[in-house]
């Protein structure tokens, strides 16, 4: 656009008609806007991918998209996402640019109250001035304006204070743009961008502290949430991803699925279906190149790669010989109910499609938080048109439902089988995964910020006290 302006001044000078420019260029620059706009539009959806926008602003069960009233479970009560269609009644659809810029980055809303951190200002408050200007333009021009007005958020007495969010905002909120490390390449630079501003592996692979801000010298250290587990993906060879190759790790972001490694369920399958999957392959690389030069997270009880423990049982041919009194319970269970797709082997099928049970992460892992889930809740995972489906057996709805007893002992059996037979799983275990609940993605990532939010009201009340007690003194 600029190169065609130029080149209408540039004939306008040569014949001296200076006016005449002005209302060429004016037009030319009328002519292309749309379609510069349009360009401008789909980046701002590519981001609005990237950063998962829609998990959080769309109802589950057919919500319509972006038109809000998603429960994100609290202890406090449910904190629902807005409507942040171009509705002006009941959307943005009155925002400007900058009251749209300080939701994303500070979390103030467009008539000026604290939105709840369980919007997540604190990644996007990363996003460059580009990025946001892209969004907004996507959300302002190809966002359907909904005209419907979602359940409203009403946390108890002193939580329904937005107010109090600027005192959460002071401990937690970090409000400076992305910048680019010198040193590094731009692709590392891009990868970084990604990881942490829009598609934020951090906010579930990092562990927190107790004020349950992330610990930066354990960044993509490994960390639980609730039910599941976000390994370690630091470079570390043996407790992180070092191990993988770079196909290995850009195709799990991609599919999902790694033959002979690992397979991506519960909140991580969620992250490939709604965002990765979406991400062009120069993104993805950049996103590996990134993970790979993060400083390694090494714990010394982790003696060898979770993708390296186990190998296939001999027990088809055995099975025919073995009488069920022969088998423990935990093998009795599983040949009953797992072994139809997984093979007494654990082979998995030819094709791949049920994976092998050795030489996998969730079975191999120091920790049986994914196994166990797995077995609980399912594997649900929609890539490229494509579903993999595992029934979950915590409800039994298509399948048997199983006891915290029964998971317990199929775990123990598939441990010592096929994966790390120092992992030892109890029932009372299972009943704690069991009630953890198979909470979406997302309702995870919210709840993370609750307790923070809890702590940062108390900050609040415990100054209110101060202040009221010196005040006393005085007089
Ligand atoms: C983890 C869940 C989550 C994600 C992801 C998320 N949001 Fe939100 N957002 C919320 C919640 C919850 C609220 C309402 C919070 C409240 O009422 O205090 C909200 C509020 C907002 C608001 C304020 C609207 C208003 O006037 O009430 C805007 C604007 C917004 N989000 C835009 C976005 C955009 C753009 C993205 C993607 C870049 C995004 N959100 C991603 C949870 C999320
Ligand atoms: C919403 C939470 C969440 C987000 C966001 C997330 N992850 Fe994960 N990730 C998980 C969980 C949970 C697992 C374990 C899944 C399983 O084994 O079924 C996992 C597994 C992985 C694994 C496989 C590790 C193994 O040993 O099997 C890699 C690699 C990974 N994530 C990389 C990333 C990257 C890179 C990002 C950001 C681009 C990211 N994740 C974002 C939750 C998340
Ligand atoms: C109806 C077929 C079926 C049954 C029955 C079944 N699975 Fe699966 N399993 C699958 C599929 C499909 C996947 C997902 C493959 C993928 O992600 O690409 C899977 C994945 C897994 C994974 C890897 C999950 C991860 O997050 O890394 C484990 C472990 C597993 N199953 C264990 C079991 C156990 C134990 C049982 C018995 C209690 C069982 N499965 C029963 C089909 C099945």
Request: proline share 6%; aromatic share 8%; net charge neutral.
């Amino acid at each position: 656009m600029r190169k065609s302006s130029r080149k209408v001044l540039e004939l306008a000078g040569h014949v001296g008609l200076a006016a005449a420019a002005l209302v060429l260029s004016c037009t030319v620059v009328r002519a292309q806007a749309p379609e510069a706009n349009e360009a401008v539009a789909q980046r701002g959806h590519y981001l609005a991918v990237a950063a998962d926008c829609a998990a959080c602003h769309t109802a589950p069960g057919g919500g319509k998209p972006f038109a809000g009233g998603y429960g994100i479970a609290s202890p406090l009560g449910s904190i629902y996402s807005t409507n942040i269609t171009p509705s002006k009644t009941y959307g943005i659809g009155t925002y400007t640019e900058a009251q749209f810029a300080r939701a994303l980055r500070e979390g103030i809303r467009g008539d000026g109250a604290h939105l709840y951190p369980a919007m997540p200002y604190t990644s996007y408050t990363k996003l460059t001035d580009d990025d946001i200007h892209a969004l907004y333009v996507y959300f302002m021009h190809d966002v359907k304006p909904v005209e419907a007005k979602g359940p409203e958020t009403a946390l108890p007495f002193p939580y329904n204070i937005r107010a109090s969010m600027a005192f959460w905002n002071l401990l937690f909120l970090d409000d400076t743009r992305f910048k680019p490390e010198p040193g590094k390449s731009a692709e590392v630079n891009r990868g970084h961008y990604l990881s942490y501003a829009l598609a934020h592996c951090d906010t579930c692979h990092t562990p927190r502290n107790a004020m349950m801000a992330e610990i930066g010298s354990k960044a993509l250290g490994g960390a639980s949430l609730a039910s599941w587990d976000a390994p370690n993906i630091t470079s570390d060879p043996k407790s992180g991803v070092g191990s993988w190759s770079d196909d290995d790790l850009a195709r799990y972001l991609k599919t999902g699925d790694v033959p002979g490694k690992a397979q991506a369920g519960g909140p991580m399958a969620e992250a490939v279906e709604h965002s990765f999957q979406y991400l062009s392959d120069g993104d993805i690389r950049a996103i590996v190149a990134y993970i790979r030069q993060v400083p390694a997270i090494s714990d010394s009880r982790d003696t060898a790669p979770r993708d390296a423990y186990g190998k296939a049982s001999d027990r088809e041919d055995a099975y025919r010989g073995v009488a069920e009194s022969g088998m423990s319970r935990g093998e009795r269970l599983f040949s009953g109910e797992c072994a139809a797709c997984h093979r007494p082997t654990g082979k998995g099928s030819p094709d791949g499609y049920y994976p092998q049970l050795f030489h996998n992460t969730a079975v191999g892992a120091p920790i049986a938080d994914n196994l166990i889930s797995t077995i609980l809740m399912g594997v649900r995972r929609e890539v490229g048109g494509h579903t993999v489906y595992m029934p979950g057996f915590g409800e039994g709805s298509y399948v048997d439902a199983l006891s915290d007893q029964d998971i317990a002992d199929i775990s123990n059996y598939v441990e010592q089988t096929f994966g790390n037979p120092a992992v030892k799983v109890t029932a009372d275990e299972v009943k704690l995964t069991r009630s953890g609940g198979p909470k979406p993605l997302i309702a995870k990532l919210g709840a993370f910020a609750v307790p923070g939010m809890i702590v940062g009201v108390l900050v609040l009340a415990g100054a209110v006290v101060l202040v009221m007690r010196r005040g006393r003194k005085k007089h």
